[in-house]
């Protein structure tokens, strides 16, 4: 059991930390652009959202992998 626990844990923390400090580079870089060439708005706010949905899958990922850990390893 603690060592299930501990699998969740070491799962669940690195996939949603990985992904929660990617979506914020990601939107610190789109306002940095923005700053320095607001013409590119479009350009830049739509590459934005495909990384941003790109980088969520990987949240999406890991709390499907902490669901199947607890479900699978009872």
């Known amino acids: 059991a603690a060592v299930l626990g501990l699998a969740v844990a070491v799962v669940g923390g690195l996939g ?3 992904a929660t ?4 580079l ?3 870089s789109a306002m ?3 700053g320095r060439n607001p013409e590119a708005r479009n350009a830049i706010l739509t590459n934005m959202v495909l990384v ?6 990987v949240g999406i ?3 499907v992998s902490v669901i199947l850990i607890v479900l699978v390893a009872k």
């Open 16 to 18: 949603f930390l990985g």
């Open 21 to 24: 400090l990617s979506l914020g």
């Open 26 to 28: 990601i939107g610190y």
């Open 32 to 34: 940095q652009g923005l």
């Open 52 to 57: 941003a949905a790109m980088t969520e899958a």
């Open 61 to 63: 990922y890991g709390l």
